[in-house]
């Protein structure tokens, strides 16, 4: 199960590529599909490498990003 | 799973209109997150400046106003001494601020007007097409200084900070940059101090932020990145440059 879950919202991606060079664990790519604006969009290519560390939601210009990360349960 | 990082509260969900890679977004998300967590977007007026970030007043979910070209820090003046207990904040490029609203910005500082300026400086006019700007560094091309900014034509670079820091109004000034992650959260923190010192009742704050124009400056946004570490940083030096806090060890 990975740690971390990056949710994207296509239609606001411009295709800046800003998170894909933060990333350390090579979890995002430029996706093949188009979206609305005629932007390549980012897509999760390894999603199980995501820590959900949110460098990427931290550089993203557009607000495209979403980040969930596992808490550790309390004991 | 526990949602770590979402779009603040103080933004609307509308698409902005920025090019691909420029700061400004990142900048917007940071005065974003800074209200949100200070609680404050219920008694918050944004003034938007004219230059790229002039439709700010569509991203931000407070209240807004427009003003005219530099006019944003004057504008600000009279809401908040009409309205003292609003937070109120200016938002501004670096042709808007350190160019046509020159005497404005000085003024403020200098009467200590009890407000917060974000200062975007992305060393041109970005809006109007990337014309040279006040801060466009020695050398640097642009459609009005095709050869390089020359020192002889144009003379030098406009260091706000450094400049502000001469008067006794300010109570708060930093330079921060946008190029990275760990830059950008240096930078929300300062921007969140800048909103606190207002709340404090201590004067004028302002933060730099050094951001890029990748269309501008003809690089991609990976690279205008670090271009701006590379070029921006040597003649912008970051840090605080002034802090009434300081002493109290704040
Ligand atoms: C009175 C007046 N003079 C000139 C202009 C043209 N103009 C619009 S934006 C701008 C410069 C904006 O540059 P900056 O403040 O650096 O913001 P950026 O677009 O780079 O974010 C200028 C000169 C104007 N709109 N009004």
Same mark, same amino acid.
């Given at each position: 199960?990975?740690?971390?879950?990056? #949710? #994207?919202?296509?239609?606001?991606?411009?295709?800046?590529?800003?998170?894909? $060079?933060?990333?350390?664990?090579?979890?995002?790519? #430029?996706?093949?599909?188009?979206?609305?604006?005629?932007?390549?969009?980012?897509?999760?290519?390894?999603?199980?490498?995501?820590?959900?560390? $949110?460098?990427?939601?931290?550089?993203?210009?557009?607000?495209?990003? $979403?980040?969930?990360?596992?808490?550790?349960?309390? $004991? | 799973?526990?949602?770590?990082?979402?779009? +603040?509260?103080?933004?609307?969900?509308?698409?902005? @209109?920025?090019?691909?890679?420029?700061?400004?977004?990142?900048? @917007?998300?940071?005065?974003?997150?800074?209200?949100?967590?200070?609680?404050?977007?219920?008694? =918050?007026?944004?003034?938007?400046?004219?230059?790229?970030?002039?439709?700010?007043?569509?991203?931000?979910?407070?209240?807004?106003?427009?003003?005219?070209?530099?006019?944003?820090?004057?504008?600000?003046?009279?809401?908040?001494?009409?309205?003292?207990?609003?937070?109120?904040?200016?938002?501004?490029?670096?042709?808007?601020?350190?160019?046509?609203?020159?005497?404005?910005?000085?003024?403020?500082?200098?009467?200590?007007?009890?407000?917060?300026?974000?200062?975007?400086?992305?060393?041109?006019?970005?809006? =109007?097409?990337?014309?040279?700007?006040? =801060?466009?560094?020695?050398?640097?091309?642009?459609?009005?200084?095709?050869?390089?900014?020359?020192?002889?034509?144009?003379?030098?670079?406009?260091?706000?900070?450094?400049?502000?820091? =001469?008067?006794?109004?300010?109570?708060?000034?930093?330079?921060?940059?946008?190029?990275?992650?760990?830059?950008?959260?240096?930078?929300?923190?300062?921007?969140?101090?800048?909103?606190?010192?207002?709340?404090?009742?201590?004067?004028?704050?302002?933060?730099?932020?050094?951001?890029?124009?990748?269309?501008?400056?003809?690089?991609?946004?990976?690279?205008?990145?670090?271009?701006?570490?590379?070029?921006?940083? +040597?003649?912008?030096?970051?840090?605080?440059?002034?802090?009434?806090?300081?002493?109290?060890?704040?």
């Amino acid at each position: 199960m990975p740690k971390g879950q990056v #949710i #994207i919202d296509s239609e606001r991606c411009k295709e800046c590529s800003l998170c894909l $060079t933060v990333c350390p664990h090579d979890v995002l790519r #430029i996706s093949k599909t188009i979206n609305a604006n005629g932007y390549h969009p980012v897509e999760a290519a390894l999603p199980e490498n995501c820590t959900g560390c $949110t460098l990427c939601a931290v550089i993203c210009p557009d607000l495209v990003l $979403t980040i969930k990360r596992l808490v550790p349960e309390r $004991t | 799973m526990r949602t770590v990082f979402k779009k +603040p509260r103080a933004m609307t969900k509308r698409p902005m @209109h920025y090019c691909p890679g420029c700061t400004h977004g990142i900048i @917007h998300r940071l005065v974003g997150e800074a209200i949100d967590s200070l609680g404050i977007l219920e008694e =918050t007026i944004g003034v938007a400046s004219v230059g790229c970030s002039v439709f700010a007043y569509d991203y931000f979910n407070c209240d807004m106003q427009q003003a005219a070209h530099g006019r944003a820090p004057a504008v600000a003046t009279g809401i908040k001494r009409v309205l003292p207990q609003r937070t109120v904040f200016t938002y501004q490029g670096d042709g808007d601020l350190a160019s046509i609203g020159m005497a404005e910005i000085v003024h403020a500082a200098a009467r200590g007007e009890n407000i917060t300026v974000i200062f975007v400086n992305n060393a041109i006019y970005g809006m =109007t097409s990337g014309q040279m700007a006040p =801060t466009s560094l020695i050398g640097q091309k642009t459609t009005t200084s095709p050869r390089g900014r020359s020192v002889k034509d144009a003379g030098y670079p406009i260091k706000i900070c450094e400049l502000l820091a =001469t008067l006794e109004g300010p109570s708060y000034l930093a330079r921060v940059s946008s190029h990275d992650p760990r830059h950008i959260l240096q930078a929300g923190r300062a921007i969140k101090k800048a909103f606190r010192m207002q709340k404090e009742k201590r004067g004028f704050a302002l933060v730099e932020v050094l951001s890029t124009c990748s269309v501008n400056w003809g690089l991609t946004p990976r690279g205008a990145m670090e271009w701006l570490a590379e070029n921006m940083i +040597p003649t912008y030096p970051l840090g605080v440059y002034k802090d009434v806090t300081a002493k109290e060890g704040d």
